[in-house]
């Protein structure tokens, strides 16, 4: 679960980066499937992945009570996606690809944090 949970932060942690750095590279990448069902699957089953693994880890870090409400945070997120439905999905997601590169860029830094975060609570 450990190298699981610092596997996937290493990931996050990327991707922000290529965000923060480029962030047409990957909102691109996302605006060109967004009509597909398996990026809609991915994004709750990443969710409901990180919530599980964080609140299974939570008593095992230094930190338990705020890994735990970030691995409820991004199960609750799951729900609403996973509720949003299809339709509103594909909104959702035009709108975040259609953020200026300002704000992709402020949303690669989070992402980098949190996958940097991640890691930081296997350490």
Do not use: C
Request: glycine share 8%; no cysteine; hydrophobic share 65%.
């Amino acid at each position: 679960m450990k190298l699981l949970i610092g596997l996937i932060g290493v990931a996050v942690a990327f991707s922000g980066l290529v965000i923060a750095a480029e962030p047409r590279l990957i909102l691109d990448f996302i605006d060109r499937h967004k009509k597909q069902l398996w990026l809609h699957f991915a994004a709750v089953a990443v969710r409901l992945l990180i919530g599980y693994l964080l609140i299974e880890y939570a008593d095992s870090t230094t930190i338990p009570l705020v890994v735990s409400a970030i691995g409820w945070i991004s199960i609750i997120a799951a729900i609403f996606l996973l509720i949003l439905g299809r339709v509103n999905f594909k909104k959702l997601i035009s709108w975040a690809v259609g953020l200026n590169d300002t704000q992709g860029r402020l949303a690669g830094i989070f992402a980098t944090l949190f996958g940097a975060f991640m890691v930081y609570i296997i350490l």
